[in-house]
């Protein structure tokens, strides 16, 4: 296992609208504690719970961390692809069903751990390769990111 990078040497990119999640998750719980204390169904319980946790995951775990020793992707802690550089095959525009096609950071060899089967519209070949860059700028700091891309890699951002 790699020891922690110090965060004074690494980057940390979160999702652009990451208040907005934070707002819909303190939204949520709120609706949540009403629903239990109003005694509602179970049904409309278990949907608050799972939307909480939702948007939850989208606020605090999705990010792109960067540093001299490579990059790391945490996708709302379903999975995470973490590499050297030297693995980073390029930035390209990688066929999603149901999204058509997304920018994204291409590995040569596959690097994610967890369940890689939550990529959703990606193929099997493709998960655990492949990390978005959308071209809407989901990403904060986009442009420090793509400047992290090509400081290390060389490679140009599309």
């Known amino acids: 296992m790699s020891t922690p990078i110090p965060s004074a040497e690494r980057n940390v990119y979160y999702h652009q609208y990451r208040w907005l999640f934070l707002l819909g998750t303190a939204f949520s719980f ?3 504690l009403h629903q239990l204390i109003a005694g509602r169904t179970i049904i409309l319980l278990i949907l608050y719970i ?3 946790a ?3 995951a989208l606020a605090f ?3 792109i961390e960067t ?3 490579g990059i790391s992707y945490h996708n709302m802690g379903f999975y995470s692809i973490r590499t050297s550089w030297d693995n980073v095959a390029g930035v390209r525009n990688v066929p999603m069903r149901f999204f058509g096609e997304t920018r ?3 590995l040569h060899e596959p ?3 967890g369940w890689t089967n939550l990529a959703i519209g990606l193929s099997a070949s493709e998960r655990g390769r492949t990390i978005p860059l959308p071209r809407y700028d989901s990403w904060a700091r986009i ?4 400047n992290d891309i090509r400081r290390y890699t060389g490679h140009e951002v599309l």
């Open 104 to 106: 994204c950071l291409v």
């Open 67 to 69: 540093s001299a020793s």
């Open 61 to 63: 775990l999705t990010r």
């Open 30 to 32: 709120a609706v949540m």
């Open 111 to 113: 690097a994610a751990h």
């Open 143 to 146: 442009q420090e990111l793509e």
């Open 54 to 56: 939702y948007t939850f």
């Open 50 to 52: 799972y939307l909480t």
